[in-house]
């Protein structure tokens, strides 16, 4: 369960939380197309709490729109500082931040083109998403037998609401099964990503993840971990990998900014190296968690200060 706080931003104004409701005819409910972004908040070392990636999420959004052909009411700067101020109304130190950009009711029907566009942005408190043990102990993936979207079905670079059915039905498929998370292929058996998450392996000491033209989402984390393992001298590998890739490796771990960066200790029921978070995962996360919620300084660009 969310846990209730204060107020949530719809459209302008600062509604309480019980207020923030939406009509049923609401266009997005019916067909998915609406914007969403996840984007943490976390109190550093400093005692302070910024917002880790702001603007890189909030033009995320703003290109699904541009991939949904949904014309934004608000711009990034607007927006941005809508994500700012739900967290300091909520006097949140650390935070979930949840902007979604949605259809709402006029006309129904798959076109309709001149329902009017809404914008929310909802914070709530989310630890660990993958488990409290997880980012030490690792989880227990399964690939999916659901493929993730071939470019030509749906849009992987956008984070559309309706495509995550795809990730829905793979998350369910593999929890019924006793795994902790899914991975999921393309149609041609590549490796893409988890259902929230990029994917990463280590074989003898080179970072290996699929290159953006894959069916992946183009993670803000991925991006993050990539820029901190070429300035700590790790060599990287970006282009398809195969399901044996998985279980040859030496280490897996996912990235995503709710699941942060966890290890992957096995992978269709076969241990990953040891089957104990590897050398190279724990020294990324480190750095990670360093940047967003510790006293590493060297990128203050990637931080947008709340309170
Ligand atoms: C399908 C998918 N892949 C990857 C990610 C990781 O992206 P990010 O690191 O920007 O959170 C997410 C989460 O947004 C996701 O939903």
Not at 252 to 266: D, W
Request: charged share 25%; net charge neutral; with cysteine.
């Amino acid at each position: 369960m969310v846990d209730k706080v204060k107020s949530i931003w719809m459209d302008g104004q600062l509604v309480p939380w019980d207020d923030a409701n939406v009509h049923v005819l609401t266009h997005s409910f019916h067909y998915g197309v609406a914007a969403f972004e996840g984007i943490r908040a976390y109190k550093r070392a400093d005692g302070k709490t910024y917002v880790f990636r702001l603007t890189d999420h909030i033009q995320r959004l703003l290109d699904t729109c541009r991939l949904a052909l949904m014309k934004p009411t608000y711009d990034l700067a607007a927006i941005e500082s809508a994500c700012v101020e739900v967290l300091q109304t909520n006097e949140m130190a650390d935070g979930y931040l949840r902007p979604l950009i949605y259809m709402g009711e006029g006309a129904m029907g798959i076109y309709a083109p001149d329902n009017p566009v809404k914008t929310s942005v909802i914070a709530w408190k989310w630890g660990r998403y993958l488990g409290a043990s997880a980012i030490e102990n690792g989880i227990r993936a399964k690939v999916s037998s659901f493929s993730r979207m071939h470019v030509n079905i749906s849009l992987p670079k956008a984070k559309m609401t309706g495509q995550y059915t795809n990730s829905v039905l793979a998350k369910r498929e593999a929890k019924l099964g006793g795994y902790d998370e899914a991975i999921m292929l393309d149609v041609n058996g590549n490796v893409c990503e988890g259902t929230g998450e990029n994917i990463f392996v280590v074989k003898k000491g080179v970072l290996y993840t699929p290159d953006l033209s894959c069916s992946v989402l183009a993670g803000i984390t991925r991006d993050t971990i990539l820029r901190i393992a070429r300035e700590d001298g790790i060599p990287i590998i970006e282009g398809r990998l195969t399901r044996e890739q998985l279980w040859l490796a030496d280490e897996v771990f996912l990235t995503g900014t709710a699941a942060e960066v966890t290890p992957v200790r096995e992978v269709d029921d076969r241990p990953i190296g040891t089957g104990q978070r590897g050398e190279v995962t724990k020294r990324l996360q480190e750095r990670y968690f360093d940047i967003v919620s510790g006293s590493d300084n060297r990128h203050p660009e990637w931080l947008t200060f709340v309170h």
